[in-house]
């Protein structure tokens, strides 16, 4: 296993996803951990990452030098280059200029890393101070016109260091690289696989909590919370009590499976908090996207303290809320606040812990979406909620443009439904980032046999995204999309009129409010 010793780049996460991709298990520290964390983690090979900070100020972070007295490799990636030439007794200074973003480097292939690679290699680079001298022992390996030590080694003691990152995209063969380091110099085998990492996270959630811990887990139905709740139920079994609050804004259906994947077939600790009503006499009246979005949080809030204060009442305590942070939640980390510095909490939650005076347990913080399905399957969950498609956290009342009321909730979910069956029929749906309806506020004339009809207008939204954070319109097939808008006509009262959303995000947001 491999010690990744964290300096706070954003892109740390990015070299455990790369290893673990290689089947080499690795865990990330951050870079004060202690010589004894250190020596007693056995590594066989140690990462030091990139980082925000200059080894030059004074406050810089640092690791214990035990990492270089263990004798295993170690891989300094640009600060973590920085910080080890700094340490063993070479020179580093400001760069005349800082170079960031593409460049081309000639490496040496006698030089383990670079083994199997072209001698003309394409790398992002991302730095401030380069390394001026280096340390009794090393040699270049890779230099470009403005970074004559863009990579270094001391063959003799296997210490090595980049001044590019190898971890991103932006390095094409920088996979191949870290796969040299993993298996070539530090002997990993690249047996590790998710079933080996639900083991570790089993064990580390047992560590947080504690013999008599007990946690809460809200869950949403989407994949995030349901693998975060069942891999802390693997772990403390009933002392883990899961909490689905029906909101009444739940698309057909959605109630009824919750229960019946989690009450049924996982047998999770699961109370169903029934609070539809007050949901929507709470949104009665209410047109502005907003003040919607805060009316749910906030009641989400306090129904879910007066089911812990129902818990309370018999006797059962809480201690941990559970939430199913990924590391896309917490990579917005761009300053050094202590490694990796959270910035954002689940938007659905926020502000529980605060409120509640709970810690948090967050297995998958880790993990990217692809990961947690895969993690997911491995524990067993049905497919369907592991490829299920992002689900906002106000659900259909962000979707039902202008008031809420139940009347207008039913036909938008009558008409999602149609989309949803016709998305899966046509072999889309895992193709897609979201496709749904959304009910508008706008009436139209129709005919329908002889009769003037006047009625709603609904828009269909298809999006194709990686990430959520950009999306294009997705072009789907025409007779699709005529069986989607005849079906809804036909079969949903109160619509008369469908329309396709072509807009991208940027500038458009996927949800309408
Ligand atoms: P927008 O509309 O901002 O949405 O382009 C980006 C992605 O986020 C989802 N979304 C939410 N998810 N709670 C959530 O859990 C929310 O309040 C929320 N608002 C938007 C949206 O469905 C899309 O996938």
């Known amino acids: 296993k491999i010690l990744i010793l964290d300096f706070g780049s954003q892109y740390t996460q990015l070299i455990a996803r790369r290893l673990r991709e290689l089947g080499v298990y690795c865990e990330i520290h951050p870079c004060t951990a202690s010589a004894d964390a250190i020596r007693a983690f056995k590594p066989r090979g140690v990462v030091l990452s990139g980082g925000p900070a200059s080894v030059l100020a004074a406050d810089s972070p640092r690791a214990d030098k035990v990492v270089f007295e263990l004798g295993v490799p170690v891989l300094g990636v640009c600060y973590g280059l920085q910080l080890m030439a700094h340490e063993l007794g070479g020179k580093v200074g400001n760069a005349a200029h800082r170079e960031f973003g593409p460049a081309t480097i000639d490496a040496s292939s006698a030089c383990e890393l670079f083994q199997g690679l072209p001698p003309r290699l394409d790398v992002w680079m991302s730095h401030g101070d380069r390394v001026e001298a280096l340390p009794p022992g090393f040699e270049p390996v890779a230099s470009t016109p403005s970074a004559p030590y863009a990579a270094v080694e001391d063959r003799r003691r296997r210490f090595f260091g980049v001044q590019f990152h190898p971890e991103v995209v932006h390095t094409p063969r920088g996979a191949e690289l870290l796969k040299n380091f993993a298996y070539a110099v530090c002997g990993c085998s690249g047996q590790w696989s998710m079933r080996a990492y639900v083991d570790v996270a089993v064990e580390q959630i047992r560590a947080q909590v504690g013999p008599d811990g007990h946690a809460l887990c809200a869950l949403s139905g989407g994949v995030d919370s349901a693998v975060a709740a069942l891999l802390v139920h693997r772990a403390i079994g009933d002392r883990l009590r899961c909490v689905f609050v029906d909101n009444g804004v739940l698309r057909e259906g959605e109630r009824a499976q919750v229960e019946e994947v989690f009450g049924r077939m996982f047998h999770l600790p699961l109370v169903t908090a029934d609070a539809s009503k007050r949901f929507l006499s709470k949104l009665a009246g209410?047109?502005?996207?907003?003040?919607?979005?805060?009316?749910?949080?906030?009641?989400?809030?306090?129904?879910?303290?007066?089911?812990?204060?129902?818990?309370?009442?018999?006797?059962?305590?809480?201690?941990?809320?559970?939430?199913?942070?990924?590391?896309?939640?917490?990579?917005?980390?761009?300053?050094?606040?202590?490694?990796?510095?959270?910035?954002?909490?689940?938007?659905?939650?926020?502000?529980?812990?605060?409120?509640?005076?709970?810690?948090?347990?967050?297995?998958?913080?880790?993990?990217?979406?692809?990961?947690?399905?895969?993690?997911?399957?491995?524990?067993?969950?049905?497919?369907?909620?592991?490829?299920?498609?992002?689900?906002?956290?106000?659900?259909?009342?962000?979707?039902?443009?202008?008031?809420?009321?139940?009347?207008?909730?039913?036909?938008?979910?009558?008409?999602?439904?149609?989309?949803?069956?016709?998305?899966?029929?046509?072999?889309?749906?895992?193709?897609?980032?979201?496709?749904?309806?959304?009910?508008?506020?706008?009436?139209?004339?129709?005919?329908?046999?002889?009769?003037?009809?006047?009625?709603?207008?609904?828009?269909?939204?298809?999006?194709?995204?990686?990430?959520?954070?950009?999306?294009?319109?997705?072009?789907?097939?025409?007779?699709?999309?005529?069986?989607?808008?005849?079906?809804?006509?036909?079969?949903?009262?109160?619509?008369?009129?469908?329309?396709?959303?072509?807009?991208?995000?940027?500038?458009?947001?996927?949800?309408?409010?």
């Open 286 to 513: 209410v047109t502005d996207p907003e003040q919607k979005r805060k009316i749910i949080g906030r009641e989400f809030i306090a129904v879910f303290e007066e089911q812990v204060e129902e818990f309370a009442r018999h006797g059962e305590r809480a201690d941990f809320l559970v939430q199913g942070t990924l590391y896309p939640d917490v990579i917005e980390s761009v300053s050094f606040k202590g490694p990796s510095a959270t910035i954002k909490s689940h938007h659905n939650v926020g502000g529980l812990p605060e409120v509640m005076k709970l810690g948090l347990v967050e297995p998958l913080r880790e993990l990217f979406k692809d990961e947690v399905r895969r993690l997911g399957l491995e524990l067993g969950l049905p497919k369907e909620i592991v490829q299920r498609q992002p689900f906002p956290g106000p659900g259909l009342a962000i979707r039902v443009l202008g008031e809420v009321t139940e009347e207008r909730l039913s036909i938008l979910r009558k008409a999602d439904t149609i989309v949803q069956q016709e998305i899966r029929a046509a072999g889309l749906y895992e193709q897609l980032w979201q496709a749904f309806a959304v009910l508008l506020p706008v009436r139209s004339v129709g005919v329908m046999g002889d009769e003037r009809t006047y009625e709603n207008t609904c828009a269909v939204r298809a999006i194709e995204s990686t990430d959520g954070m950009t999306g294009d319109w997705a072009r789907l097939p025409y007779d699709l999309l005529a069986r989607v808008s005849s079906r809804i006509i036909n079969e949903v009262r109160g619509i008369n009129r469908v329309v396709y959303d072509v807009s991208s995000k940027p500038p458009a947001t996927i949800e309408w409010e």
